[in-house]
T-cell receptor, first 108, second 115 residues
């Protein structure tokens, strides 16, 4: 079983739609959780950290359920510029473990 | 914000040559840097953790004699791919961890093509 699992997609949705990504992780001792965004042939960039209380940043909402070892990302009112691969990332004491990423394409 | 640079951004070399990639933290000191590799349509895989002033810690399956890591200062780590072969062609990305923050910032990556 992979340490961090995501639906690889691809997701193709129209502009303005709401998109939800899910992720599960296997290491219950994981301490930190993030969503990164990676554009084609570029490095990953931090989108947001994820907290147990849930957190929101504009159109983006992230949730963490430690009991279920489940992380989610919701994108509302999607824009063309949201097209990218979204990486679920789980951290231990020092290392980060990346999910395989979910590819999202927003269509005009 | 924190900035991490990498050099070169891309390199093409012949099989059997060695390639050095530099990773620099530009506005902060990074006691720990990480080297990742990403093959097409796959996720980032951690190769090694580079600690300033000490030996790097390699992940299982990564040959330490082939991927030489040096972290001689708080702002510079280098990865040398020795005797590169076509199967080493990949996107190599470094990251640096800011001690006060629980995340990593990534360099722009180096695309290596071995002919």
């Amino acid at each position: 079983r992979k340490e961090v699992e995501q639906d690889p997609g691809p997701f193709n949705v129209p502009e303005g739609a709401t998109v939800a990504f899910n992720c599960t992780y296997s290491n219950s001792a994981s301490q930190s959780f993030f969503w990164y965004r990676q554009d084609c042939r570029k490095e990953p960039k931090l989108l947001m950290s994820v907290y147990s209380s849930g957190n929101e940043d504009g159109r983006f909402t992230a949730q963490l359920n430690r009991a279920s070892q489940y992380i989610s990302l919701l994108i509302r009112d999607s824009k063309l510029s949201d097209s990218a691969t979204y990486l679920c990332v789980v951290g231990g004491a020092q290392k980060l473990v990346f999910g395989q990423g979910t590819r999202l394409t927003i269509n005009p | 914000g924190a900035v991490v640079s990498q050099h070169p951004s891309w390199v093409i070399c012949k099989s059997g040559t060695s390639v050095k990639i530099e990773c620099r933290s530009l506005d902060f000191q990074a006691t720990t840097m990480f080297w990742y590799r990403q093959f097409p349509k796959q996720s980032l895989m951690l190769m090694a953790t580079s600690n300033e002033g000490s030996k790097a810690t390699y992940e299982q399956g990564v040959e330490k004699d082939k991927f030489l890591i040096n972290h001689a200062s708080l702002t510079l780590s280098t990865l040398t791919v020795t005797s590169a072969h076509p199967e080493d062609s990949s996107f190599y990305i470094c990251s640096a961890r800011i001690p006060s923050r629980n995340t990593q910032y990534f360099g722009p990556g180096t695309r290596l093509t071995v002919l």
